[in-house]
């Protein structure tokens, strides 16, 4: 059973090239237009397994190359009664399959997925031995589920997204079914109708996920990692330290960091900058232009006669986190270990810091996915509440996979906060 989905495909593309380059065309047409040649084919470059899978997988199970008969419906036909029964039975169950929005409710390591339909609410109890030793709780995905009767498996496509996109993806969903000519069709009925929609919304996700990314330090400030080296003249090392000790914007810690903390009313003090003093270099690094305008004449000024030379290094740490998300994974810690990004140390911080800012401010900040209420007025309406648990299920989904980067916040205090169950 195994083997047929892999032959299938070869079969398909031998058999009706043509058509499968009609089907390319169609499959790409909504993210060509929205992005242009140039970036989906460097997209393409990137994740050329998914996405030639994916469009084999819209070919096989949704193009009509003859009548109304898809490649896998013609090969039952011409090939089905000399398939093994078991081949034949997950072919036929393939055929019946429809591509399905599912959540996972929960993973046996090693053995079946429970995933529930999101469209239909169906609970199903997959059957997945690799894939169920690396999804978590609450991932969602477009998936395509042959069930066999004794079992479910995973077959052809699958489109793994960020749970941050799952409102936006029911809605567009519901938007496109809602159009004239499709009103009337169960949900199997019009995602094999309208097959297009998933590869266009998964293009729109991920062709340049962080377009929109827009991050900011504590003052509203665009980030910028800003890294100065003021080399010193000779071996002055010992009366620099002295002259950052005397700069009363500076507190030095016991590890020899010099801090510069701004204090407003009512924090507790924001870390503006910090430098320290290693052999005859003074590095000093801040998060934006404006605080590099803020800082730099005064560690000029209190070290001017030290100088020798300037050396700046500046990194745009939006654009540097888009290409770690789509660079391969294999090339991130060797591009770490050059020196080029972001270092691990300066991001995490600057991602706890605004994620807490953000968590404190999100209770009872309106939201656009709850219809412009708060968390908090949203859990007083029941009908509002599926929503906000959705929400909720992707800050925990994100806050675990986060964990091993250092900048993890524990966020369980906002069930308890809205007075929601935890499912």
Known sequence: MQRSGPELFEWARTVFPDELKACNTIYLRHADKRFGAAKVASFIARTHDMVFTNLVDAFVFEWEVQGNLTPLEVYLLDRGPQLHPRAAAYLAAACR?????????????????????????????????TASRHVARWQVMFARIAELGD?????????????????????????????????????????????DVVPALWFEMYVDPLAKLQLTNSDGEPLRWVKLELELAGAFASEAAARLDSMGELQRDDDGIWRWIEHKEGDEGTIVATAALEGNVVEINVNS?????????????????????????????????????????????????????VPPETAAPIMREVLQRHYQRWIDTPLPALDDLTPRQAAAEPAMRPRLVRLLKSIELHEREAGPSGRAID?????????????
């Open 97 to 129: 399959a429809a591509l399905s929005l599912v959540e996972v409710e929960d993973v046996t390591p090693g053995h079946n997925i429970l995933v529930r339909d999101l469209l239909s609410r169906r609970l199903l109890l997959v059957t997945e031995r």
């Open 289 to 341: 232009l404006e605080r590099e305008a803020r800082v730099r004449p005064r560690f000029e000024e209190a070290l001017r006669s030290l100088i020798v030379d300037v050396r700046r290094q500046e990194t745009d740490i939006a654009e540097a986190m888009r290409q770690q998300a789509t660079a391969p994974a294999e090339n991130r810690e060797e591009r770490h270990a050059a020196g080029g990004g």
């Open 411 to 423: 966020v369980s205090f906002l069930w308890r906060e809205l007075g929601v169950r935890r499912p």
């Open 151 to 195: 079992e479910n498996l995973f077959t052809g496509a699958i489109y793994p997204f960020d749970r941050d996109h799952l409102e936006w993806v029911l809605a567009t969903l519901h938007r496109e079914k809602d159009r004239r000519g499709y009103r009337s069709l169960s949900w199997p009925e019009f995602l094999h109708r309208r097959w």
